[in-house]
């Protein structure tokens, strides 16, 4: 039963493609969120949505799209990835107090 | 200047030992203060969770405010090997949303 999920786990592509990760959560939550953490573990927020609509939009390129079909899933979508794109994205979701991660999406940028 | 530092480490103790991890902050704003554990691999889950000053306690361990200093701590007492992750401080103004991150200490305890 997990409660955040993302998919893929890996994911290994060239520079100049375009990219999707997937997360869904099954806790009933209406807050979501997507986070980047570089090699030196910093982790930052990228994006918020709160029922489908964007709360939160931290400086990130516009190259960087997210989509919540509904409150359970929150897409991101990048294109014409690039180098510095090699990170691991989570996903959260949120409820009073707590922030719930995925486990991650490790992308390579080759 | 970060809005949150956190020595990355490494940290290496011996098992049983206590552990002190800590965060600074400059935002005087920020009222919720958290850690999370992050095991190689996986996501950050939450540890401790501190609303303004004091201290609370869970078990082995401690989470220490102090709005005062900008300073935030978490002890760790009879550490065990299964402790060996690395610790992320957080914080926000608003609970938990739009937490703001200490860069994480890497700890690692030796049988």
């Known amino acids: 039963d997990t409660a955040v999920s993302q998919t893929p786990k890996y994911l290994v592509t060239q520079m100049g493609n375009d990219k999707s990760i997937k997360c869904e959560q099954n806790?009933?939550?209406?807050?979501m969120y997507w986070y980047k953490q570089d090699s030196k573990k910093f982790l930052k927020i990228m994006f918020s949505?709160?029922?489908?609509?964007?709360?939160i939009n931290e400086t990130v390129p516009n190259r960087f799209s997210p989509k919540s079909p509904d409150k359970a899933h929150l897409n991101l979508h990048i294109n014409s990835l690039e180098l510095g794109d090699s990170a691991v994205y989570f996903c959260?979701?949120?409820?009073?107090?707590?922030?719930?991660f995925g486990p991650g999406t490790r992308l390579l940028v080759l | 200047q970060k809005e949150v530092e956190q020595d990355p480490g490494p940290l290496s103790v011996p098992e049983g030992a206590i552990v002190s991890l800590n965060c600074t902050y400059s935002?005087?704003?920020?009222?919720?203060f958290m850690w999370y554990r992050q095991y190689s691999r996986k996501g950050p889950e939450l540890l401790m969770y501190?609303?303004?000053?004091g201290n609370k306690e869970d078990g082995r361990f401690t989470a220490q405010v102090d709005k005062s200093s900008k300073y935030i701590s978490l002890f760790i007492r009879d550490s065990q090997p299964s402790d060996s992750a690395t610790y992320l401080c957080?914080?926000?103004?608003?609970?938990?949303?739009?937490?703001?991150f200490g860069q994480g200490t890497r700890l690692t305890i030796n049988p």
């Open positions: 959260a979701s949120v409820t009073s107090g707590t922030q719930y």
């Open positions: 806790l009933g939550h209406d807050t």
């Open positions: 949505y709160n029922n489908k609509e964007l709360i």
């Open positions: 935002n005087s704003a920020f009222q919720y």
């Open positions: 501190t609303y303004s000053s």
């Open positions: 957080a914080m926000s103004v608003e609970g938990a949303q739009k937490l703001v």
